[in-house]
């Protein structure tokens, strides 16, 4: 898995070194030598990864970094800042302005190309989330987010057999955050289905194998997007190594440090949080886009493609699908009339009892103005014709009260066709339902009609 990354320090035999190393593992290198130039290539390259160094004259790696993250154009690009220093804070303050990871020089190259190819696959992932939610914003279909998204307030799963190294980790959290320990695996796994932002799992517990919790976290539907921090020991550079290639978002030695604690699950559950605005984004433009937005049923495009689907089972051999070509009998005169407000609420009111006199199984949809589908599966003529006729005695049958309280009698008129089997198609099948829908306009309205081949 290849990347492009940024390689940022004023000493260039920093700078050169780093480079050969990612270049001999085919990686493309980018190389600047001073904070402006770094935004500058960020934006400009938007890079897969930028390794930034804090010690430099001007603007230092902290306030390059922060600047990224507070930038909306470079905010998603993971920052790996690389530094002689040591201490504590140090890593606290670059995890605090949005580093993704702090190392140390000499970098060693195991770690070095872990943490790379750790978060190569997480920029993959959010990469492919931007682009598809801008599409979405491109066609309208998504509106763009007036909130940031925090890092506080999260529910953290804490998995450890160890009891003190637990309720210690549980009391710093619960000053932001929600935690909850589980000391057995099975459990844990179970608790982690729930809403739960952040795992953190004790990588070297005793009584069972953290990493292959880990694992099992990772290979799971529903749990494999849960971010992961695992508990180390940082002289356990193999098994550090291990845990970052199965999928563990980040890591954190012990013993463990309360500020560094609280920094990197803040950093871990902003991303979740960022991850998911991204996917439930991507979520709604796809439902928006098969969806017609005044009614809440769905639009002639997913119809088209499930019946597709479904006439295709049936030519060979499947359960029949039949179709209702819906129409509102002089809906024209109640735009003129009353205006296309109400006209609206005719449509929306129309769309509820058509919804509810169907079964679970099928498919209620806007045709297009005020004529309507439903798509039949597995359903023969004659009970296809019953549950249209059900369908035109509920709407003429009552009344449609307007938002006026003025009460405007509706009826409409339906075409039922049903699949034939070899030699038919979604397109003939739909034809004879036309048909039979304009022979009961033509022969007086509200009235159910019929077409076999």
């Not at 001999?24 to 960020?42: F, N």
């Not at 739960?196 to 529903?222: H, P, Q, T």
């Amino acid at each position: 898995m290849t990347a492009r990354i940024l390689v940022v320090d004023d000493i260039e035999a920093n700078v050169r070194l780093l480079e050969a190393k990612l270049t001999a593992e085919y990686y493309d290198v980018i190389t600047c030598y001073d904070g402006a130039t770094a935004l500058k290539l960020a934006a400009e390259e938007q890079p897969d990864i930028v390794l930034l160094d804090v010690m430099m004259p001007g603007m230092d790696g902290f306030q390059v970094c922060r600047r990224l993250k507070d930038d909306a154009a470079t905010r998603h690009i993971p920052v790996v800042l690389v530094t002689a220093l040591d201490g504590r804070q140090d890593r606290v303050t670059g995890l605090d302005a949005g580093a993704d990871e702090f190392l140390t020089k000499p970098v060693e190259d195991l770690f070095l190309f872990a943490r790379v190819r750790a978060l190569t696959r997480l920029k993959l992932v959010i990469d492919e989330l931007r682009k598809r939610e801008e599409s979405g914003r491109r066609l309208g279909v998504i509106e763009a987010a007036g909130a940031r998204l925090g890092g506080t307030g999260g529910r953290v799963l804490i998995v450890d057999d160890n009891d003190r190294q637990a309720q210690r980790i549980a009391t710093e959290l619960a000053i932001e955050h929600r935690p909850v320990i589980e000391s057995e695996p099975e459990k844990a796994l179970l608790t982690a289905r729930g809403p739960v932002d952040l795992v953190i799992v004790n990588a070297f517990a005793k009584n069972f194998d953290g990493l292959r919790l880990a694992a099992n976290i990772r290979s799971d539907e529903a749990t494999r997007h849960v971010p992961i921090l695992a508990v180390v020991d940082i002289d356990e550079r193999q098994r550090v190594v291990k845990a970052l290639e199965i999928g563990v978002n980040d890591i954190l030695a012990r013993p463990v440090d309360p500020q560094e604690l609280a920094a990197r699950v803040r950093t871990q559950i902003k991303r979740k949080r960022y991850t998911d605005f991204l996917r439930n984004n991507l979520d709604q433009s796809l439902e928006l886009a098969v969806t017609d937005a005044l009614t809440g049923l769905h639009n002639r495009r997913y119809m088209t493609t499930q019946l597709k689907a479904l006439g295709a089972r049936a030519i060979h051999g499947g359960e029949p699908v039949s179709v209702l070509l819906v129409d509102i009998d002089h809906f024209k005169s109640v735009n003129d009339g009353y205006g296309h407000d109400v006209g609206d609420e005719v449509l929306k009111e129309f769309a509820v009892r058509l919804a509810t006199n169907v079964r679970a199984i099928d498919l209620p949809c806007r045709y297009g103005g005020e004529e309507f589908a439903v798509v039949m599966p597995d359903t023969r003529l004659e009970d296809a014709q019953r549950i249209a006729e059900r369908i035109r005695l509920h709407v003429s049958g009552s009344p449609f009260r307007l938002a006026s309280g003025e009460a405007l009698p509706v009826t409409i008129s339906i075409g039922v066709a049903t699949s034939l089997g070899e030699g038919d198609t979604p397109d003939s099948l739909l034809k004879r339902a036309d048909e039979g829908l304009y022979e009961a306009k033509s022969s007086g309205r509200n009235r159910v009609v019929a077409r076999a081949a």
